[in-house]
């Protein structure tokens, strides 16, 4: 990745003769994990043909980015590992003052957007994409006030109302003509695509602490057994975030909480259209597969399980998904072989083995063939 990102430096001007790619944990401004300085003779010369020639590909770089670094021809380095072989936290490299006063933060960014950006991106400028948000309250604030509040519902609504009001007065009018839009993570910006509207729809940043309390009295009127009230929480969440699965996944739960099986899958599949992050998408298998268990259609349900334990990567989700998959197969196994000594009616003849897991293809393609969106989505 950091080569990438000093290819895509080079290439920007012949007269940058010199990229430094700092990597930080998590977000933009999180622990510095490593920095690499390159030159553009060195770089063209030495690192590019690591890529070119297939040695990047070599099995031994893998797990070892100390050699993987070696093989690199950098200026400078600041990189050290832990006893695991992993990044170690590091400083930041010291970069030139004129370096740093070049840097516009995305939320003051006029720059206008090329056309081909400005429809799918549905923005002008280049701050236009800032998700950040200067509201009084945070996300933070509103969960500690759910926290405080949790043995008594009807205070947390109360509570949580005012907090709504706060933060709704702290909105600007001027923009109450464009859309609302609360994005949980910077990636997730580029999927207003797929949100309402066309390529002349506009966004105005809402800030994470209204999606919050509208998750949270949600969830309050849930437990005071208000489900339509939830429901319109949950309802007003996804409208602000129509790129995040979240309130789908509360749609969801909710639907399943009032044993209204038929919206609960329903929700999931519209979950599934957007959900890219590798803990959400299991998760929605997961909750699909316990949907499909209920409603007595097994083998779709082992089909849920199989794909979210194999989503690509370790999940929360893995180990769970993988043991219901095994205990609805034993299930299975076990209806059978009660078949045994039934006489003429038994059927164990024809299947001497256990039944085994589908394989992944097979996964798929049954839920497809069941209308189950397959996620994430290639597009």
Same mark, same amino acid.
């Given at each position: 990745m950091a080569a990438l990102l000093a290819n895509i430096g080079f290439a $920007?001007?012949? @007269? =940058?003769? @010199? $990229? %430094?790619v =700092?990597? !930080?944990a998590g977000e933009p401004d999180g622990q510095t994990l490593f920095s690499l300085g390159?030159? !553009? $003779?060195?770089?063209?010369?030495?690192?590019v043909n690591l890529f070119t020639d297939g040695t990047i590909d070599d099995a031994k770089f893998d797990a070892d980015p100390a050699q993987l670094l070696a093989a690199f021809d950098v200026d400078s380095a600041r990189v050290e590992f832990d006893a695991d072989g992993w990044f170690a936290p590091t400083e930041d490299p010291e970069l030139a003052e004129s370096l740093r006063e070049l840097r516009t933060p995305l939320g003051e960014d006029a720059r206008e957007l090329p056309d081909s950006l400005k /429809?799918?991106?549905?923005?002008d400028r280049v701050c236009d994409l800032d998700i950040a948000d200067s509201a009084s309250l945070t996300i933070r604030d509103i969960h500690q006030i759910a926290q405080e509040n949790a043995d008594s519902p009807v205070t947390a609504v109360v509570e949580l109302g005012g907090a709504l009001t706060t933060l709704t007065q702290e909105l600007s009018v001027s923009m109450s003509i464009r859309q609302p839009l609360y994005c949980e993570r910077e990636a997730l910006r580029l999927l207003v695509f797929e949100a309402a509207g066309d390529a002349a729809t506009r966004y105005r940043t809402v800030p994470g602490a209204i999606a919050a309390v509208r998750s949270e009295l949600a969830r309050f009127d849930m437990k005071l057994g208000q489900l339509d009230d939830a429901l319109r929480e949950l309802q007003e969440l996804q409208r602000i975030s129509p790129t995040s699965v979240q309130g789908g996944i509360a749609e969801a739960m909710a639907y399943s909480m009032a044993g209204? %099986?038929? !919206? %609960?899958?329903? /929700? =999931? !599949?519209q979950a599934l259209m957007l959900a890219v992050v590798p803990d959400e998408v299991a998760f929605l298998y997961c909750l699909l597969g316990q949907m499909f268990t209920m409603a007595g259609e097994i083998e779709t349900a082992i089909d849920c399980y199989y794909v979210? /334990? %194999?989503v690509g990567v370790q999940t929360e989700y893995t180990s769970v998904a993988r043991q219901a998959m095994e205990a609805l197969l034993a299930q299975i196994g076990a209806a059978r072989d009660g078949q045994d000594g039934q006489g003429e009616g038994s059927f164990t003849a024809t299947v001497d083995a256990q039944p085994t897991a589908p394989s992944r293809e097979h996964a798929l393609g049954s839920l497809e063939a069941a @209308?189950?969106? =397959?996620a994430p989505r290639s597009r």
């Amino acid at each position: 990745m950091a080569a990438l990102l000093a290819n895509i430096g080079f290439a $920007v001007d012949t @007269g =940058i003769i @010199g $990229v %430094t790619v =700092i990597a !930080r944990a998590g977000e933009p401004d999180g622990q510095t994990l490593f920095s690499l300085g390159f030159n !553009r $003779v060195d770089f063209h010369f030495a690192t590019v043909n690591l890529f070119t020639d297939g040695t990047i590909d070599d099995a031994k770089f893998d797990a070892d980015p100390a050699q993987l670094l070696a093989a690199f021809d950098v200026d400078s380095a600041r990189v050290e590992f832990d006893a695991d072989g992993w990044f170690a936290p590091t400083e930041d490299p010291e970069l030139a003052e004129s370096l740093r006063e070049l840097r516009t933060p995305l939320g003051e960014d006029a720059r206008e957007l090329p056309d081909s950006l400005k /429809s799918l991106l549905r923005a002008d400028r280049v701050c236009d994409l800032d998700i950040a948000d200067s509201a009084s309250l945070t996300i933070r604030d509103i969960h500690q006030i759910a926290q405080e509040n949790a043995d008594s519902p009807v205070t947390a609504v109360v509570e949580l109302g005012g907090a709504l009001t706060t933060l709704t007065q702290e909105l600007s009018v001027s923009m109450s003509i464009r859309q609302p839009l609360y994005c949980e993570r910077e990636a997730l910006r580029l999927l207003v695509f797929e949100a309402a509207g066309d390529a002349a729809t506009r966004y105005r940043t809402v800030p994470g602490a209204i999606a919050a309390v509208r998750s949270e009295l949600a969830r309050f009127d849930m437990k005071l057994g208000q489900l339509d009230d939830a429901l319109r929480e949950l309802q007003e969440l996804q409208r602000i975030s129509p790129t995040s699965v979240q309130g789908g996944i509360a749609e969801a739960m909710a639907y399943s909480m009032a044993g209204d %099986t038929a !919206r %609960t899958v329903e /929700s =999931i !599949r519209q979950a599934l259209m957007l959900a890219v992050v590798p803990d959400e998408v299991a998760f929605l298998y997961c909750l699909l597969g316990q949907m499909f268990t209920m409603a007595g259609e097994i083998e779709t349900a082992i089909d849920c399980y199989y794909v979210a /334990s %194999t989503v690509g990567v370790q999940t929360e989700y893995t180990s769970v998904a993988r043991q219901a998959m095994e205990a609805l197969l034993a299930q299975i196994g076990a209806a059978r072989d009660g078949q045994d000594g039934q006489g003429e009616g038994s059927f164990t003849a024809t299947v001497d083995a256990q039944p085994t897991a589908p394989s992944r293809e097979h996964a798929l393609g049954s839920l497809e063939a069941a @209308g189950i969106p =397959i996620a994430p989505r290639s597009r």
